[in-house]
């Protein structure tokens, strides 16, 4: 990762969720075994799944000199297969950024992850409705009905 990126992150396995945000061997063997990491990847539950800490131990990540802060935040990652043969892909941007914006889809399946921790599917489905159409709206009258239930 870019050289600022590595001063922020750890490769230790983390003790708690806030650590967790931060610790790349965490991150990467979750991701690897679930996919993408979302609320539920950082929870005490998850934390101590065995399969997670077992795949962790074997993630390493440092600063690479070769990619500059200067272009974005660039992340290259690199998987070694068992028969030697590699996986790699590299971002220069990080996905939601203004250079490497949410797709529709990703926006919508982000607020579902976030508002389903407190509401029911169909209230969280009327309300990214309501969020998708905020400036044509003439009234927030359905849109405070549903946080209130909340």
């Known amino acids: 990762m870019s050289p600022s990126s590595a001063k922020r992150v750890v490769t230790k396995y983390p003790i708690d969720v806030e650590s967790a945000k931060f610790s790349a061997s965490y991150v990467v063997a979750y991701s690897l075994l679930y996919g993408a990491p979302k609320i539920k990847a950082f929870t005490q539950e998850a934390l101590n799944d065995a399969r997670i800490k077992a795949l962790a131990g074997l993630v390493t990540a440092s ?68 969020a998708s159409t905020i400036t044509n709206r003439p009234s927030f009258g359905d849109f405070w009905s549903l946080l209130r239930k909340a």
């Open 63 to 130: 600063a690479d000199p070769q990619l500059s802060d200067e272009w974005g935040n660039p992340t290259r990652v690199r998987i070694t297969l068992k028969d030697g043969g590699t996986l790699q892909e590299q971002r220069d941007y990080p996905i939601g950024s203004t250079e490497l914006p949410l797709t529709e889809a990703q926006v919508e399946e982000k607020f579902m992850d976030c508002a389903m921790q407190t509401i029911s599917e169909d209230a969280a489905r009327k309300l990214f409705a309501i």
